[in-house]
């Protein structure tokens, strides 16, 4: 039996969640993780990811995903402390940018291009869950970002939570997440001029799903 103190390294390493709209500035976030001295590894799934990540964090070593097979590559590297990423290069935290479209690779990778049966959702399902308990065992700093998407539960009332396909990911992912923040637009005017504000909510309206852990805020600035 292994007894860890609160204060245990192995208990401090963050994994966070940061869903939105597109365009709303979850990249740019997930990318502010790193800094010069502390670097930070994007598995990205989009070209259209590489402008925010320049724009917040140039230094980041960025690796591309086109496939299920290279997004498991990555996680297996991350996880050895020698490996190419943390042995050779440093690297402190991880960005995994996005959950929505790893899942639609996972998709692809058991159906194809065709239309998923009720049992290949099921394998969709569970595989999806075991890479994101593959991502809450990693021993190192995660943020993952994920699409937002509304939903109405049973009284019709309007919920705003992570974008998974199917009916059950979306109510279980904070359970493997430190935090789950909801990234948007704060529209702020000064001396006349609109600016855009990129802002992440940890803990909020009912209405979103969120989660909040130290040393986060309520509302955090789109820079973690």
């Known amino acids: 039996m292994r007894i860890l103190k609160p204060s245990s390294a192995e208990l401090q390493h963050l994994k966070v969640l940061l869903y939105g709209d ?11 993780a790193g800094s010069k001295d502390f670097p ?13 990540i320049q724009a917040s964090n140039p230094n980041a070593l960025v690796i591309r995903a086109s496939s299920i097979a290279d997004v498991e590559e990555f996680i297996v ?15 402190k935290v991880v960005a995994i940018d996005s959950l929505t479209e790893i899942q639609r690779l996972v998709k692809e990778d058991i159906v194809g291009n065709g239309q998923a ?4 959702w099921l394998f969709i399902t569970e595989r999806m869950r075991r890479l994101i308990r593959a991502i809450r065992d990693l021993d190192i700093h995660v943020v993952c970002t994920c699409l937002a998407v ?12 992570p974008c998974f396909e199917g009916q059950k990911l979306h109510i279980e992912c904070p359970q493997y997440f ?7 637009k704060d529209i702020l005017e000064e001396e006349g001029k ?7 909510m940890f803990s909020g309206p009912s209405t979103y799903m969120c989660k909040v852990a130290a040393p986060l805020a309520a509302v955090e600035t789109a820079n973690v």
């Not at 509304?150 to 939570?161: A, G, L, N, P």
């Open 22 to 32: 597109s365009g709303a500035g979850k990249t740019f976030a997930a990318a502010s």
């Open 40 to 52: 930070v590894a994007i598995l990205e799934t989009e070209a259209n990811g590489m402008l925010s």
């Open 77 to 91: 590297d991350v996880k050895n402390p020698k490996g190419e990423l943390r042995g050779k290069h440093g690297v």
């Open 117 to 120: 049966s009720l049992q290949q």
């Open 150 to 161: 509304t939903k109405y539960d049973s009284d019709q009332i309007r919920q705003v939570v």
């Open 178 to 184: 430190s935090a789950v923040g909801y990234v948007y």
């Open 194 to 200: 609109n600016f855009v504000l990129h802002r992440v």
